[in-house]
């Protein structure tokens, strides 16, 4: 199971830290991500990293202000966001595939979701 936490309001331009807490062992070469939906939009890929370590990929539009990162030792996966703009503002979710990395993008690669934890950005 994983657990979102972390959300909240912030202003523009402001940070925010998000956790994932996984139960559960955590198998090397899953890949652990964030994903999140925006009203009325899609849910789509934000950032991927392999467990327990390697590869790592961001959506274009967070690339340079988010940071995916991972404690194995307490099972948790972490998204530091930093510059943020109301554009971010949605519900993230992390999520765990056990397929191949090249499938991180595609939310039907993923068997195992967080119930979400709601980000605000506004002035």
């Known amino acids: 199971q994983l657990q979102a936490s972390g959300g909240g309001w912030v202003q523009i331009g402001g940070s925010l830290r998000l956790s994932c807490e996984i139960s559960?062992?955590?198998?090397?070469?899953?890949?652990m991500s964030w994903f999140r939906q925006a009203p009325g939009k899609e849910r789509e890929f934000v950032a991927a990293?392999?467990?327990?370590?390697?590869?790592?990929s961001y959506a274009d539009s967070v690339k340079g202000r988010f940071t995916i990162s991972r404690d194995n030792a307490k099972n948790t996966l972490y998204l530091q966001m930093n510059s943020l703009t109301p554009a971010d503002t949605a519900v993230y979710y992390c999520?765990?595939?056990?397929?191949?990395?090249?499938?991180?993008?595609?939310?039907?690669?993923?068997?195992?979701w967080g119930q979400g934890t709601q980000v605000t950005v506004s002035s």
């Open positions: 999520a765990r595939s056990r397929l191949v990395w090249g499938a991180r993008t595609q939310i039907n690669s993923y068997d195992s």
């Open positions: 990293r392999r467990w327990p370590g390697g590869s790592i």
């Open positions: 559960g062992p955590i198998t090397s070469g899953n890949v």
